[in-house]
């Protein structure tokens, strides 16, 4: 009976055509190779056309009278006349050099290019994506580098912020001195409308009061706003978690606030599982739930961490990510990384790596610093500068180089804080990545983990004096074409006015065979 199901499937294999290869397109038709070719050489064939065209009418247009025209015309010009347009070529042209030198520093990109490539590129028939189908390999790989670089450029929430009321306020009151910006708050405000607010929150007084209460620049406004919610429903989670970010003075109150924030919040999670599929708003309210239902999770495993429960911590974090796998972008794991290190359990966090640090995923500080870390652990306590200079590095020495190598590439600014060069202060709640907010974050928590393992310091301080230790600024910043062709051309123009204003008699004799050369 195998022998027959086999036989049956092959024969059904060699009925139907091949299935082209993994990763290779399939092969396009003579309508699709056309039409491909016809949009690369769009401008090639516009070009072409036109000097036909001319070609055709120059009986017609008296072409050759015109220019024979034309060049009497120039010959009878005075050197007046060239200072004058050559001294106007260039004060244009150092206008848009100055324009252009602006708009870089300020967006970081060529004002030229940017109108080039929107605008006129599209006219010319240039496009940006090659003929693969959107299926292939090389456009899946494309998509996943220019979303990386994306992510690498995007502020994002710092995944160990503090508690404002437990931590940073504490400063303030030590201090006199606010630890965030109001920038920082801004976006934090924005993070809170996103997570906990949805457009059915009209239904439920409470959530309406919260909606609003998330908008409020003023502390205790908020504080205020979130105790009307509880007056109309003592089961408002999102008030519990306004109460234990804000106004709870410790860690314990905080943990206190956060754990009726999540019997409200499960409450309210299972009954919106029950009413997802009725409509589109009650899918909203579940994302809605779901998300305050993770926060209240995720903090209540840092206040366990910060209590000195790391185990519990952990155990919290791992079922987060088993439950809500989708929620990436939250970066649970670099919390997990933390919790871990702490406990050395470096066998843990090898594994946690091995999930995380892919290509295709957004790379952070923690990611890189720690993976750099762990293969230091290995060699850092025997690790000499003096006998690795003498007789070479070891193949685990070099590894560990490449990694700090590959940490150090992806954000230069974490050895400065790590090795106490710069003192630290509180981090912010949102981190830009590669930045130095990010390094400020990173090294706040894990400087102490670096310094538990024996001369790990020590290799970080060998290789980054050895190779990064004199780069200012990484990576650096190229000028664009369009800002070294305007300096060029106000140069010139303004040298050649220069010149016809001094020597108008050479540069009118050198004008003339300048013209002579193109004179048919």
């Keep these: 009976m195998a022998d027959c199901d086999g036989l049956s499937e092959a024969g059904t294999a060699a009925a139907s055509p091949p299935a082209p290869a993994p990763g290779l397109s399939p092969p396009l038709g003579w309508r699709e190779r056309l039409r491909a070719g016809l949009a690369g050489t769009g401008a090639s064939l516009w070009f072409v056309a036109g000097l036909g065209v001319l070609y055709a009418l120059r009986v017609p247009l008296r072409l050759c009278e015109n220019l024979a025209a ?11 006349f060239y200072v004058a347009l050559t001294g106007t070529s260039s004060l ?3 206008l848009i050099f100055i324009f252009e030198w602006w708009y870089f520093h300020k967006h970081g990109t060529s004002f030229i290019e940017q109108v080039s490539v929107s605008h006129l590129r599209p006219l010319m028939g240039g496009t940006e994506s090659s003929i693969s189908e959107p299926g292939s390999s090389s456009s899946n790989s494309e998509s996943e580098t220019s979303r990386q670089n994306l992510s690498e450029c995007k502020v994002w929430r710092n995944p160990l912020n503090l508690f404002r009321g437990a931590e940073y306020r504490r400063y303030t009151w030590v201090t ?50 979130a105790y009307q919610a509880l007056e109309l429903n003592n ?3 999102t008030a519990y978690v306004l109460l234990a970010e804000e106004e709870a003075t410790t860690i314990l109150d905080a943990e206190r606030l956060f754990k009726q924030a999540l019997k409200a919040g499960e409450t309210i999670y299972r009954r919106s599982q029950q009413c997802q599929h009725q409509s589109p708003q009650h899918e909203a309210q579940l994302r809605r739930d779901t998300n305050v239902l993770v926060y209240i999770k995720r903090r209540l495993a840092m206040c366990a961490r910060k209590l000195g429960r790391i185990k519990e911590a952990v155990k919290i974090m ?20 933390e919790s871990l290190l702490e406990l050395q359990a470096y066998a843990d966090v090898q594994a946690v790596l091995a999930k995380y640090d892919d290509i295709s995923l957004p790379k952070s500080a923690a990611i890189c610093y720690t993976a750099a870390l762990l293969k230091t652990r290995t060699v ?6 003096e006998t690795a200079s003498r007789r070479g590095l070891s193949t685990a020495e070099i590894n560990a180089v490449e990694a700090i190598h590959r940490a150090v590439e992806f954000n230069p600014h974490v050895p400065k804080y790590l090795l106490e060069m710069k003192s630290l202060i509180l981090p912010p709640e949102h981190i830009l990545k590669r930045g130095d907010s990010e ?3 990173y090294a706040f928590f894990h400087l102490q983990h670096w310094k538990r393992i024996e001369g790990a310091l020590n290799l970080l301080q060998c290789t980054w004096e ?6 200012s600024v990484y990576p650096k910043k190229e000028l664009p074409f369009f800002i070294h062709f305007t300096a060029g051309l106000c140069s010139s123009t303004a040298m050649i006015a220069l010149l016809t204003h001094q020597f108008p008699e050479i540069m009118g004799v050198f004008a003339k065979a300048v013209l002579g050369l193109w004179r048919p």
């Excluded at 088993?322 to 939250?330: D, Q």
């Design 318 to 337: 791992r079922d987060l990510m088993k439950e809500f796998p989708p929620l990436t972008m939250l970066n649970i794991h670099e919390n997990l990384l």
């Design 92 to 94: 244009i042209s150092g």
């Design 380 to 385: 850092s306590d025997k690790f000499s500068s």
């Design 70 to 80: 034309v060049t009497v015309f120039l010959n009878s010009l005075t050197p007046k």
């Design 439 to 441: 390094a400020i974050a």
């Design 466 to 471: 050895g190779t990064f230790h004199h780069v």
């Design 176 to 225: 006199g001195k606010e630890p965030l910006t109001y920038y920082d708050m801004n976006l934090s405000a924005q993070d809170h409308q996103t997570f906990f607010t949805c457009d059915t929150d009209f239904l439920r007084p409470s959530d309406t009061v919260m909606q609003k209460a998330w908008r409020e620049r003023n502390p205790p406004a908020r504080i205020k706003a």
């Design 235 to 237: 089961d408002c989670a």
